[in-house]
T-cell receptor, first 113, second 113 residues
Framework: ETGVTQTPRHLVMGMTNKKSLKCEQH?????MYWYKQSAKKPLELMFV???????ENNSVPSRFSPECPNSSHLFLHLHTLQPEDSALYLC????????????FGPGTRLTVT | GESVGLHLPTLSVQEGDNSIINCAYS??????FIWYKQESGKGPQFIIDIRSNMDKRQGQRVTVLLNKTVKHLSLQIAATQPGDSAVYFC????????????FGKGTSLLVTP
């Protein structure tokens, strides 16, 4: 198992719900990421944080709202999602935000009903 | 546009044989490459990486080869074991792609006894 943990592992939510995904890294890394993994698609980068500052937002709809209170924790706040948002949401961390290996958590399997 | 892709979506090998998983990339500015393994229900796991100033790098039972002339990357797994069964992703990063690791769609490796 990696040093990146994610909770919850599974989440089912209605389109009007508000929920949050949590990620914690125990590796002392400076960068953290949110990815979306859908069936038969490559991993899609959503957000990048470097030293708690958001440095990249890949045209993600505003119904996804990230938060990075410190370099070890990352949240993804979800509200008024659509069924097509159902996917595996992966958190990752890396020593630096570019050109270094990223270590992934186990992911949160999200189902929007 | 720039892309990272895999030659074969599935690969079946016998236990004990060597496996070769291929990846093509199109961005001539790519300078960092990485291979991940993803087992069912888990997040991607870092296997090995290589920078563009190298042609070959070896790890434990794995070797990555980089041919910059034809923009080709391969992962060789020696003495493949049932535990190697998983989806394998290549990814690349370049100075002009920002913080994103650009992932391919993945190759499913099945090891048969």
């Amino acid at each position: 198992e990696t040093g990146v943990t994610q909770t919850p592992r599974h989440l089912v939510m209605g389109m009007t719900n508000k929920k949050s995904l949590k990620c914690e890294q125990h590796l002392g890394h400076n960068a953290m990421y949110w990815y979306k993994q859908s069936a038969k698609k490559p991993l899609e980068l959503m957000f990048v944080y470097s030293l708690e500052e958001r440095v990249e937002n890949n045209s993600v709809p505003s119904r996804f709202s990230p938060e990075c209170p410190n370099s070890s924790h990352l949240f993804l706040h979800l509200h008024t999602l659509q069924p097509e948002d159902s996917a595996l949401y992966l958190c990752a961390s890396s020593p630096t935000p570019q050109g270094s290996e990223q270590y992934f958590g186990p992911g949160t399997r999200l189902t929007v009903t | 546009g720039e892309s990272v892709g895999l030659h074969l979506p599935t690969l079946s090998v016998q236990e004990g044989d060597n496996s070769i998983i291929n990846c093509a990339y199109s961005n001539s500015a790519s300078d960092y490459f990485i291979w991940y393994k993803q087992e069912s229900g888990k997040g991607p796991q870092f296997i090995i990486d290589i920078r563009s100033n190298m042609d070959k790098r070896q790890g434990q039972r794995v070797t990555v080869l980089l041919n910059k002339t034809v923009k080709h990357l391969s992962l060789q797994i020696a003495a493949t074991q049932p535990g190697d069964s998983a989806v394998y992703f290549c990814a690349e990063n370049s100075p002009n792609s920002g913080y994103a690791l650009n992932f391919g769609k993945g190759t499913s490796l099945l090891v048969t006894p």
